[in-house]
């Protein structure tokens, strides 16, 4: 049985559902292969042009890393591992497509981090968020403590890491982290997949570049980049298609060009 379950829930949406519901969908080893791969294939597909990440099972989106691979101080596998972990979550969130995280249950850890990728976040109302390595005597190691505190400040990360409170799906939407918050996730997702489909690929790729880039840069710098791109935009075959196909009153046909 697939650990991650590939699955296109409708042309050019692609689902990836970490598939381990018996351990709330912790990321062992084998698993974190095949989310790499997965994300490898889906990257390259030009047919795939949004993805959803999934929990299988109810309960939980990922629980974190698998805390039984931790036991025994094997410290090398567990660099090995904390490295791995650090390059897949960079991919995901390097990812040229828009990335929709639908989370149902709970999204600790590892599961948190992998969230914290994507680019729009779904929840249900009593979902449970959190970073809680504290309580095992560690801190996160996939990027979670940076890209937490850049999402929500230090005062609710805070909370989240040294009290180690789960986080509800309506505080992460109260607070912005989740696009929508509602019992109804298969059709929020469907609803925001279909939305992504409508803006043309090239941009996609750009604005989350420009977000992740301009975010570490100075703001003036970031803003010439930020124009670079809407010149180079402006002359591609889909920026004119936008805009003949606005004054046409018509859909446009984006062909990633
Ligand atoms: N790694 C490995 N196994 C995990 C796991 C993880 N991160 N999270 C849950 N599991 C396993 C449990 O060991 C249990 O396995 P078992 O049935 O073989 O005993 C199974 O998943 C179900 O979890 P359980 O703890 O019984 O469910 P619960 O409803 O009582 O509690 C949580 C749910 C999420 C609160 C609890 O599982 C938990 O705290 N998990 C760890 C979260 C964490 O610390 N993540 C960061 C890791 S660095």
């Known amino acids: 049985m697939a650990l991650i379950e590939i699955s296109d829930l409708a042309p050019g949406i692609r689902q990836l559902l970490f598939n381990r519901p018996d351990k709330l969908n ?12 997965a994300l490898d294939a889906a990257a390259e597909d030009p047919e795939v042009r949004v993805i959803v990440l999934r929990g299988a099972g109810g309960k939980a989106f990922v629980a974190g890393a698998d805390i039984a691979e931790y036991q025994g101080d094997k410290r090398a596998a567990f660099i090995a591992y904390q490295m791995n972990s650090r390059r897949v979550f960079d991919k995901l969130e390097r990812l040229p497509k828009p990335v929709i995280c639908a989370i149902d249950g709970f999204a600790l850890g590892g599961g948190f981090e992998i969230a914290l990728c994507c680019d729009i976040l779904l929840v249900t109302p009593d979902a449970q968020l959190g970073l809680p390595e504290g309580r095992l ?6 990027g979670g403590t940076q890209r937490l505190v ?3 400040g230090k005062y609710a990360a805070s909370d989240l890491m040294l009290a180690g409170w789960r986080m509800s799906g309506a505080r992460a939407h109260a607070l912005g982290i989740a696009a929508d918050v509602t019992d109804d996730l298969d059709a929020a997702v ?3 997949a279909r939305a992504c489909l409508k803006i043309a690929p090239l941009a996609q790729a750009e604005m ?3 977000m992740r880039e301009g975010a570490d840069a100075p703001v003036e710098t970031a803003k010439s980049f930020e124009q670079e791109v809407l010149f180079r935009l402006y002359s591609t075959a889909d920026g004119q298609e936008g805009i003949d196909a606005f004054l046409e009153k018509r859909d446009p046909a984006f062909r990633g060009a």
């Open 26 to 37: 912790a990321l062992s080893t084998p698993l974190m292969g095949e989310f790499d791969a």
């Open 190 to 192: 469907l609803k925001r």
């Open 137 to 142: 005597g560690l801190s996160p190691g996939g």
């Open 208 to 210: 989350k570049r420009l």
């Open 150 to 152: 850049r999402a929500v």
